[in-house]
């Protein structure tokens, strides 16, 4: 972990959040869900479409990140995300 760091800190720094954000978005998705009163089959599309919407993010990213600034690509898909948060 401390070669990551030292070759690229601001991916492994944005690793790291991500874990968490995942993480939180695992357990407290369903619950976001059958609290506000969606089937469990809604709530089954929520959880599926946001792992399928990542994956899908996946090569688009990956490709902008190689000819341009990879700072620059994790700060607008953060932008784009927070974007999508508060929407």
Known sequence: ?????VNSPVSA?????????NGAWG?????????I????????L????VVVAGAA?????GRLSDKTDRRFVLAGLAFGA???AFA
Not at 29 to 34: H, I, L, M, P, S
Not at 46 to 49: I, V
């Open 1 to 5: 972990v401390k070669g990551l760091y």
């Open 13 to 21: 720094i944005a690793c790291v959040l991500i874990g968490v954000a």
């Open 27 to 35: 357990t407290l998705g369903t619950v976001y869900g059958a609290r």
């Open 37 to 44: 009163g969606i089937s469990t089959a809604e709530i089954a």
């Open 46 to 49: 929520m959880m599926s479409l």
């Open 57 to 61: 993010m996946q090569l688009p990213a």
């Open 82 to 84: 927070a974007l999508f």
